[in-house]
């Protein structure tokens, strides 16, 4: 006669793991569902949401000169810069004129960096790519290339689909890793829609004390452009990331 086969051990791994899941689904819910806390830090000028915990900002030449070591020393509190996102270029010619050296000076304070370009619907994509190519040098650590995509220039929705659907493909063939796109939920819902939904979102939503209200998931929100640092003369976009800092490396490039 065979023996039968003992099942019970793989019942039990399959109701833990199951347990475990469940667990792990409702901390989620909770934690969508705790109120939104912002505190007023006078050092940064403004009032942050402190239900996150990795900061960041992003800058253009309209900052100047940075110190990226007194941005990156500077603490309040629970509050630090972790990573910035830094404008590298605009339509098919445009550079901006501080970004090398940002570049540069961030990585070495050992802040996370990302770069974006400015995307017009009305100009060659492809130019446009060639335009980010030949400017930024992505490696690993580095967040992915970003998509500055608001402005529709008159163009409908269709034109602004498939021009910004080109730049995306291309950025994602020379780095290896999904762009993320950064917009405004209006336009995001008006002129995207969700076939980039699986495309990670930096959304801008400022001047109200509440969270991005959006039917998909974003990855970063930029909840003011009045902020201060230490080491920047002019106010700054500051910016949230949705998760830890683990989270933030998984999504950079390997």
């Not at 347990?19 to 792990?24: D, E, F, H, R, Y």
């Amino acid at each position: 006669m065979a023996k039968k086969k003992r099942t019970r051990p793989f019942i039990y791994l399959i109701l833990i793991l199951a347990l475990a899941g469940a667990a792990t689904a409702a901390w989620w819910l909770l934690r969508q569902r705790t109120p939104l806390e912002f505190v007023r830090y006078e050092e940064f000028g403004i009032d942050i949401p402190v239900n996150y915990s990795v900061h960041g900002i992003d800058i253009s030449k309209f900052q100047g000169n940075v110190n990226w070591r007194a941005v990156r020393q500077m603490q309040v509190d629970e509050i630090r810069i972790s990573f910035a996102f830094i404008k590298a270029t605009e339509g098919i010619t445009r550079q901006d004129a501080t970004f090398q050296r940002n570049w540069e000076k961030a990585k070495e304070a050992g802040i996370v960096r990302g770069a974006y370009h400015f995307f017009y619907s009305t100009r060659d994509p492809l130019k446009q790519v060639i335009n980010f190519k030949n400017v930024v040098q992505l490696e690993s650590g580095d967040l992915p290339p970003v998509l500055d995509i608001e402005v529709h220039n008159n163009q409908p929705p269709a034109v602004i689909r498939s021009t910004a659907r080109i730049w995306l493909e291309e950025m994602e063939k020379a780095y290896g890793v999904k762009p993320i796109i950064y917009t405004n939920i209006h336009f995001y819902e008006t002129y995207l829609g969700k076939e980039f939904d699986d495309y990670p979102l930096w959304v801008a939503h400022y001047y109200q004390k509440d969270k991005p209200r959006s039917a998909r998931n974003w990855v970063f929100w930029q909840h003011s452009d009045i902020g201060r640092v230490n080491g920047i003369r002019t106010t700054v976009d500051f910016n949230v990331f949705r998760g830890d800092s683990t989270d933030l490396m998984k999504l950079c490039i390997p």
